[in-house]
Antibody, heavy 120, light 110 residues
């Protein structure tokens, strides 16, 4: 059974930091691009960042560039998101998403998310 | 980076067909055939319904279909069922090598 389990969310003050983790199992983690997608309460989905299978390429949406860092450890089947200089508008559920492609078939897996609340 | 444009809401009666549009630009929807559609029910994680414009993952009903013309992609649900009531999001890869989502569409089954 495929599982993506996020952890590390919580309440943090503006300007603070958090590190999210995502533990993967049930699929070949090292074959998948991994993504972070967030959803503010009552709002739509926002793609945040992704990282290539071997960690050699990373991409970010503009509003987190310079503040967030995505990383992975394929030996531990784990994905991370280091979030610094947090803002109130970063408050959201953060989802870990794995996407892989075998020939023309796409596999995609979502975790249940971890809630990050930025508030004073 | 503005979100892709979707209608805020659509509705239909059981058995009918509905179509949700997703309008982008020549830098995203019009650039690649990498448009996906997601279904999200309250309190749940999104579920991939369509990828690469027209393809359905294993287990997704054939009532769901996707298409694209120029900078606009579309999701059609035929034979609408009560269980289809949910929020639907499109997403597209862009020429900046990032992904982008639409603002979401709330589907109501009357």
């Amino acid at each position: 059974e495929v599982q993506l389990v996020e952890s590390g969310g919580g309440l943090v003050q503006p300007g603070g930091s958090l590190r999210l983790s995502c533990a993967a199992s049930g699929f070949t983690f090292s074959n998948h691009w991994m993504n972070w997608v967030r959803q503010a309460p009552g709002k739509g989905l926002e793609w945040v960042a992704n990282i290539k299978q071997d960690g050699s390429e990373k991409y970010y949406v503009d509003f987190v560039k310079g503040r967030f860092t995505i990383s992975r450890d394929n030996a531990k089947n784990s994905l991370y998101l280091q979030m610094n200089s947090l803002r109130v508008e970063d408050t959201a559920i953060y989802y870990c998403v794995g996407r892989g492609r075998s020939s023309l078939i796409v596999e995609e897996y979502w975790g249940q998310g971890t809630l990050v609340t930025v508030s004073s | 980076q503005s979100a892709l444009t979707q209608p805020a809401s659509v509705s239909g009666s059981p058995g009918q067909s509905i179509t949700i549009s997703c309008t982008g630009t020549s830098s995203d929807v019009g650039y690649y055939d990498y448009v996906s559609w997601y279904q999200q029910s309250p309190g749940e994680a999104p579920k991939l319904m369509i990828y690469d414009v027209t393809n359905r993952p294993s287990g997704v009903s054939s009532r769901f279909s996707g298409s694209k013309s120029g900078n606009t992609a579309s999701l059609t649900i035929s034979g609408l069922q009560a269980e289809d009531e949910a929020d639907y999001y499109c997403s597209s890869y862009t020429n900046r090598r990032i992904w982008m989502f639409g603002g979401g569409t709330k589907l109501t089954v009357l």
